[in-house]
């Protein structure tokens, strides 16, 4: 831990305690420590709580999008790429420390009186529904599909949180089939 630069050990434990425990029940103090640097440090990296709240959501926005492209990537077929989005929910939602969705959790916390964090949540769920437009575009599907897949993707998240179960992912992804499919076929009658 100590290789790391200070900035990435801060945001490291910053993304691990307000993940298991929420933002507003995590102080800097606690940040502090766990990071093992100095306050002072910590205040220079991030001169207030929102700034370092914004690094560990577009971190998150990072492991998300390269999680799923990762994921994505190991398969050719297009219909089998759409899909590929839920084996990543699958294998994420099978995680012991799964919480949900650290932009809907960040959303849901914070909400209203954090514009820049509203805007980061909106900002990183319009990039994923893009991500998603292309892999439909790809598959020869109507774009109508695409918002279909994301909302299932991010319903499976929330549903997965509160359940405390991986279900929703293959549910999730039982249900991409069909939708997939039907588009294609409409596309093609």
């Known amino acids: 831990m100590t290789g790391e630069p200070v900035r990435d050990r ?10 298991a425990r929420g933002i507003t029940a995590v102080g800097m103090d606690e940040i502090r420590d766990t990071a093992g640097v100095s ?9 207030s709580k929102d700034d370092l709240v914004l690094a560990v959501l577009d971190r998150r926005h ?22 590929a989005i839920y084996d990543y929910l699958a294998d994420w939602f099978a995680d012991d420390s799964f919480r949900g969705c650290g932009f809907i959790n960040a959303f ?19 990039s994923f529904q ?14 109508s599909l695409a918002p279909q897949l994301a909302i299932l993707a991010e319903g499976a998240q929330t549903t997965a ?24 076929s409409a596309d093609r009658g």
């Open 39 to 47: 306050l002072r440090k910590l205040y220079l990296e991030f001169p």
């Open 130 to 143: 893009e991500y998603v437009a292309r892999l439909v575009e790809e598959a020869g599907a109507s774009p």
């Open 10 to 19: 801060i945001v490291d434990a910053a993304d691990d305690l307000y993940y």
């Open 161 to 184: 949180a509160i359940a405390g179960t991986a279900d929703a992912a293959e549910q999730a992804r039982d249900a991409a089939r069909i939708l997939v499919r039907a588009a294609r």
């Open 62 to 83: 990072r492991m998300w999008t390269d999680g799923v492209a990762g994921r994505v990537a190991t398969v050719d077929d297009p219909e089998e790429k759409l899909l």
């Open 108 to 126: 849901g916390e914070l909400g209203g009186g954090h514009p820049d964090v509203v805007a980061a949540a909106r900002k990183h769920k319009q």
